[in-house]
């Protein structure tokens, strides 16, 4: 089921079916202790409806908050 994207006051800003995918290659160092290194990360994808093409994430979210 799609969750509304909303701001704290509850104000939705974007509904829509989709998915946003995206990966991180992580190495961490063939030890057990927490941490490592990330080695490569990827841009986020948007599929759906309503995709947002070149803007990304954070510059669409920062529209409706500045």
């Not at 799609?2 to 939705?12: D, K």
């Not at 759906?48 to 669409?60: H, I």
């Amino acid at each position: 089921m799609p969750t509304p994207a909303t701001l704290l006051a509850g104000n939705v800003l974007a509904f829509e079916r989709g998915r946003v995918s995206g990966s991180i290659l992580f190495d961490t160092l063939g030890d057990s202790r927490p941490g490592g290194e990330v080695l490569s990360e990827s841009e986020p994808v948007f599929h759906g409806q309503f995709e947002t093409g070149d803007l990304g994430f954070c510059d669409f979210a920062e529209m409706f908050i500045s």
